[in-house]
């Protein structure tokens, strides 16, 4: 049995069956990762994009965050084949949770499509938390697409924010008074306790757990694949480059996510008939 003949048995005959996706999974959709090779560190300072510099100097924050998101989100994008294949595998029943540390609202898009193809589409969401009928995704860094009011906590359209922005509203303010801040979890900021448990369960419960696209390196997210396998899941890999993760794995798969996604999904169906 090849590895991925592997995941796509304990696909097949899981219970339970989670993903935790990084960064990597949206690269072949344009949107470059934070490390590696033309990672967006390399030509941006990290230290600019953090919760204490957000308190400190809000509107220096908003004119340097405008840079990075279209840097990082400018040209438009779309989910790709592994988004897809996972959306596809949720709406076939054989996959229940998506989390992700990604902020760009691909899995929630190619989600609501596979929903929708099979005829009962679902809205967007607002919350970091979304379910469709088959699939939950857990968004752990929130969505960088939308940015929500610190005082309020109202959440406006993160294009209308970045509109403002540009007009030289600095920081862009809320009606309450309040000011507006990216709907993301940003470095020094603490994720919210009830997402990190929600998150630690799924992952516990899990008869099978992939990681797929991500360094492995960015807590609390970096632990879900060591807290799966502790509980007996079968544990799978899929990344460019070899994680710390990877000595408690049941199967690596050293793949681009575009091949190995859609293979790894043919195999799953292949198998069920
Ligand atoms: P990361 O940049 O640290 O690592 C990405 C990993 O993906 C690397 O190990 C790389 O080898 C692998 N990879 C790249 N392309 C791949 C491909 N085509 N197939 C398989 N693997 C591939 O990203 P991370 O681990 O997700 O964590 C860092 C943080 O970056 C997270 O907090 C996340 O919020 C943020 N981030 C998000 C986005 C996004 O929303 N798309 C983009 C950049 C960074």
């Given at each position: 049995m090849d590895d991925l003949e592997t995941l796509a048995d304990a696909i097949r005959n899981a219970d339970t069956a989670a993903v935790l996706t990084g960064a990597g999974i949206s690269a072949p959709s344009g949107i470059p990762t934070?490390?590696?090779?033309?990672?967006v560190w390399d030509r941006f300072d990290e230290g600019q994009f953090t919760y204490g510099r957000f308190q400190r100097d809000p509107a220096g924050f908003w004119a340097d965050r405008l840079e990075l998101q279209e840097v990082m989100f400018g040209d438009g994008y779309e989910p790709n084949v592994a988004h897809e294949a996972l959306a596809a595998l949720g709406s076939e029943g054989y996959l229940d949770a998506i989390l992700t540390?990604?902020?760009?609202?691909l899995h929630g898009r190619a989600l609501s499509s596979a929903e929708s193809n099979r005829g009962d589409g679902s809205d967007d969401s607002e919350s970091s938390t979304e379910s469709t009928e088959s699939t939950t995704l857990l968004e752990l860094h929130g969505n960088s697409q939308r940015a929500v009011c610190t005082m309020c906590g109202r959440r406006i359209d993160g294009d209308d924010a970045f509109s403002r922005v540009e007009d030289g509203e600095l920081p862009p303010t809320c009606d309450c008074g309040g000011t507006f801040k990216p709907d993301v979890v940003l470095f020094g900021e603490q994720l919210p306790g009830a997402t990190i448990q929600r998150a630690r369960s799924l992952a516990r419960d899990s008869d099978v757990f992939l990681a797929i696209?991500?360094?492995?390196?960015?807590?609390p997210a970096a632990s879900l694949p060591r807290a799966a396998s502790s509980t007996g899941a079968t544990l799978g890999i899929i990344n460019l480059e070899s994680t710390p993760s990877d000595d408690a794995a049941t199967v690596v798969c050293r793949e681009d996510v575009t091949t190995a996604l859609p293979a790894l999904r043919e195999r799953v169906l292949e198998r069920k008939q």
């Open positions: 934070f490390r590696g090779d033309d990672g540390q990604n902020t760009d609202g696209g991500s360094s492995l390196v960015v807590e």
